[in-house]
């Protein structure tokens, strides 16, 4: 597999916390990853640094052999990382198709220039990307109206309509039902063939059926890597994480 993104020393301190350090990460191609640990182990913060919602104390990230490291989340956005928030960040006076619009509209813009689309073009590829979540049934539901298992889901939604290199889900089956959680795991395991896929999660249920390598922090830094299988017994991991 060609590499898509690696860090080499990433780290990022608030005043004398140490949130982030030192953290090398290598993703790969069409890789799912998932990156585990407790609350307050780093891992949003770690997130947030990969898709320039904060800028690094010291390190630098790289995006197909490219240097990104003091790009805005706008930029990054733009060379293809797309990040998810664990809280839901949509435009909640809009309805699911208005919210997944704009996001197709933003990535035309972006590969094409800002030229005009027919409603036809955009249409087809909103409605494409609902169904692929499931929750094409709400098209014109406002998106405020929805559940909040329905929200993470058009979130997931407005990400892969800005077609993602690196698509970055922090803790996306937080409220969804055991019936949209089976769904969701069959939707990313499909999406690995066209991106690659970081996902910060806690059902280890989740990352044991869908990561091919985990990543545990602790204290920002990585206290492991590896298979599933290689995670579950090492005695470290299940010290300060899984309860070993």
């Not at 010291?58 to 995006?63: D, P, T, V």
């Not at 249409?123 to 329905?150: C, D, F, M, P, S």
């Not at 896929?197 to 985990?214: D, K, R, S, T």
């Amino acid at each position: 597999m060609n590499s898509l993104l690696k860090t080499e020393g990433l780290s990022k301190h608030f005043g004398g916390l140490q949130a982030v350090e030192g953290v090398d990460l290598d993703l790969n191609e069409g890789e799912i990853r998932a990156v585990i640990g407790p609350n307050g182990a780093g891992k949003t913060t770690l997130v947030s640094l990969l898709s320039g919602r904060l800028r690094p104390s010291s390190g630098r990230i790289h995006l197909n052999q490219k240097d990104i490291t003091s790009f805005s989340a706008s930029r990054k956005v733009q060379f293809g990382i797309v990040y998810t928030f664990q809280v839901t960040s949509l435009f909640f006076n809009l309805s699911c198709y208005e919210n997944v619009a704009i996001a197709v509209q933003g990535c035309r813009a972006r590969e094409e220039g800002f030229l005009p689309r027919r409603e036809s073009d955009i249409r087809l590829n909103v409605r494409k990307v609902l169904e692929q979540v499931g929750i094409q049934e709400n098209e014109e539901t406002i998106a405020g109206n929805l559940a909040y298992g329905h929200q993470r889901l058009l979130e997931v939604a407005m990400g892969l309509a800005s077609r993602p290199k690196l698509l970055i889900l922090d803790e996306p089956t937080q409220g969804l039902a055991e019936s949209e959680i089976k769904h969701f795991c069959s939707l990313i395991r499909g999406l690995s063939d066209s991106m690659t896929i970081l996902l910060i999660e806690h059902n280890m249920q989740v990352v044991l059926e869908l990561a091919e390598q985990i990543t545990v922090m602790d204290q920002g830094r990585i206290l492991a890597e590896g298979t599933p299988s290689e995670i579950e017994a090492n005695i470290a991991v299940q010290e300060s994480y899984l309860g070993g």
